[in-house]
């Protein structure tokens, strides 16, 4: 049997992509996340069928991995992905502490059919104040005393 | 009977974060979702509880209003958050069509506790070279055409 390849991997993320042009589940999206060469959870693009924004394949694939190991770290993994990941996907392999991604499409091929990751990379980016959806602090020293009530309790789990 | 101010709806999600202080289900924060003046999402962070690492405040509170209003659009919302949200929960709220967002601690308060968002804000402007999760990408032109087939779906629904 031959060896199970990285171009596998990424091709079993673009197949799951392809799954929802006929299933129309979520925009054309798969991932799967592989440690020590076995595939430890996969994820296609599932907001139009569940309604959940948050449900882009590297979201489910992640959950999906987490559930599998019963951990909130999938150390050692590796993230492959039909489209490059948009800000909240790539920021949500950081805590999940994956160790590495690897996608097909990028930001302009998606951006080509009406997904708009890279207008989002730049909101990220901007300043505060030129940001199209507006973010504002109110009572600081509230939200200070409840993160320091936590960081003073002995029992907390760092992670 | 007095009218309930931003501050109440920023409390609220104050005395969720806080509350997990208490039930250590995860970090001391909480987010609600107010549309109309009425919170229709709720959320503490669950991360230790579910295993979950997307599962912060913002998250959850956005996966609830969606549930509630059974749709991935939460346009017309407000998010109040106990803390300065991550890049994650902030990619998330754009997918959302959140319009505004108020928050209380921000990314330095939570850095000062051990949660380096602040990290993962720089992480995603650096150049893909320099940052600290590898990231590649590979098979180019097999992804673009899943994205084309998409496009050319005459079904699809655009979000």
Redesign the interface.
Known sequence: MSQVT??DF??EA?RL??A??TS?AG??FGAVIVRDGQIIGRGANR??ET????A?AE?VA??DA??Y??????TGSTLYT?????????????????????????RY??A???FDDDF??R???APVEARQ????????G???Q??????A?P?????
């Open positions: 990285e171009h990424l091709r673009l992509a392809d929802n042009t129309l925009g054309p907001v139009l309604k959940d924004p948050t882009h979201m992640i959950r987490s559930r190991l019963n951990h909130w770290e999938l039909s489209c490059e990941p948009c800000p909240m996907c790539l920021a949500a392999a950081y805590w999940a502490r994956i160790e590495r991604i690897v996608f097909s499409a990028d091929d998606a080509a059919v009406g989002l990379y909101e990220l980016v959806l507006p973010i504002q602090q109110d009572l600081p509230e939200g200070r409840v993160m320091e009530r936590w960081a309790h029992d907390r789990v760092p992670y």
